[in-house]
Structure formats: structure tokens, C-alpha cells
């Protein structure tokens, strides 16, 4: 079984438009992110939601939006699409803070959005 | 100047070799300290925590420098196997930084 399943794995669409990843968990985790995988691999957090509490929200356009509908699903949704929106995203999950060694986010396999 | 720096590589080594990787983090409240693998075309995956004392997991030796904010990865044996990026993660304030990764290249 999947732990952390992502979908879709490719998405290929044009400028402007608006598209959805949808991410769930079946690992018992309270923590969830979405990370950005750009081109040249620089994989940078996005958001962070805790038992559906958005709890990490960097500097990221408000064309992107996460929605967590529960603590086992993160969804993000893009309006409004750009050419610097194509990058892999990955979903990934954890639990909070047990120890302050805890450090194993667990990734989907990623969604590689092309923007054209 | 980036949290988490790495040498983005690629080290092109021959089986058998031995190859270390740095890593340098800014921020000196920083606690935790990893090394995640990711394939080509693939998510990112623990290889290992760092831990103060330095550490070792059978091929790979860990080690941290708090006072140099410096973290070093090293793999003995090299098998074609080990062939991915590794990257050096750092836990700030609620999230984990990953570094851009060192390509390790293993040939026959």
C-alpha cells in the first residue's frame, strides 16, 4: 500500500489555466506539507498544515491555495497558471515534533506540472 | 546566503571508493540534522539522522560540527547503487531545509 499517494503524476496544461493535485496519507500522521521541486532541484516548503491547521505558509503567490479537508488529505489548488509554476511538487507527511530528532518527512512521488 | 549549502556535484567516483559530502547550515540554533537520498525522477527518502557524536549506518559515516555549522556525509565501498543525489536537511523553526543536493556518480 501507498503511504503517501499524490495524483495526478504529470499534469501538462497552458498558461492561465487553473488545476488541483490532491494528496492522502494512510500512515497515521498529523503533519502535512507540500514541497516545490524546481528545475534546478531546489526543493523548497510551501505550506505545512498540522491536524488541518495551516501551520507553515512561506512566500508563496496566493494563486497557489491549500486545502486540508482532514488530517489525512492535503489538496493544493493553482489558479491562474504560469510558465514558472512547472516544477515537480511533492506531498509529504510527518509526525510533529516527538522527539527533536524527528526529522522523516515521508514523500509522495510527486507531481511533475508542466506549464506551457 | 542560503540555509543549507552543498556542493552540487557531480562527484564521479569508481566502485569500491570512498567519496564525503558537506554540507553548511546559517543558522546556529538549528537542532536536528539529516541526509535524505533521492533518485533520479524520484521523492527524497532518510538515509540517516546526524547526531552530535557523529554516527555510522553500516557504509555511512555521519558527522556534525556544531561550532563550524558544518555537517559531512561519508560513504565507504562504494557500490553503483549509491548512485543519487544526497541531500542535507536542516530542521529551523517548524519545517525541515533541504540543501540542493550533491550528485554522486558511481561507475564499474
Known amino acids: 500500500d501507498t503511504a503517501v499517494s499524490q495524483t495526478p503524476k504529470y499534469l501538462v496544461t497552458q498558461m492561465g489555466n487553473d488545476k488541483s493535485i490532491k494528496c492522502e496519507q494512510n500512515?497515521?500522521?498529523?503533519?502535512m506539507y507540500w514541497y516545490k521541486q524546481d528545475s534546478k532541484k531546489f526543493l523548497k516548503i510551501m505550506f505545512s498544515y498540522n491536524n488541518k491547521e495551516l501551520i507553515i505558509n512561506e512566500t508563496v503567490p496566493n494563486r497557489f491555495s491549500p486545502k486540508s479537508p482532514d488530517k489525512a488529505h492535503l489538496n493544493l489548488h493553482i489558479n491562474s497558471l504560469e510558465l514558472g509554476d512547472s516544477a515537480v511538487y511533492f506531498c509529504?507527511?510527518?509526525?510533529?515534533?516527538?522527539?527533536?530528532?524527528?526529522?522523516?518527512?515521508?514523500f509522495g512521488e510527486g507531481s511533475r506540472l508542466t506549464v506551457l | 546566503r542560503k540555509e543549507v549549502e552543498q556542493d552540487p556535484g557531480p562527484f564521479n567516483v569508481p566502485e569500491g571508493a570512498t567519496v564525503a559530502f558537506n554540507c553548511t547550515y546559517s543558522n546556529s540554533a538549528s537542532q536536528s540534522f539529516f541526509w535524505y537520498r533521492q533518485d533520479c525522477r524520484k521523492e527524497p527518502k532518510l538515509l540517516m539522522s546526524v547526531y552530535s557524536s557523529g554516527n555510522e549506518d553500516g557504509r555511512f559515516t555521519a558527522q556534525l560540527n556544531r561550532a563550524s555549522q558544518y555537517i559531512s556525509l561519508l560513504i565507504r565501498d562504494s557500490k553503483l547503487s549509491d548512485s543519487a543525489t544526497y541531500l542535507c536537511?536542516?530542521?529551523?523553526?517548524?519545517?525541515?531545509?533541504f540543501g540542493t543536493g550533491t550528485r554522486l556518480l558511481v561507475s564499474p
Open positions: 509529504a507527511s510527518s509526525h510533529r515534533g516527538t522527539s527533536k530528532n524527528t526529522g522523516e518527512l515521508f
Open positions: 500512515l497515521g500522521h498529523d503533519t
Open positions: 536537511v536542516v530542521r529551523g523553526f517548524q519545517k525541515l531545509v
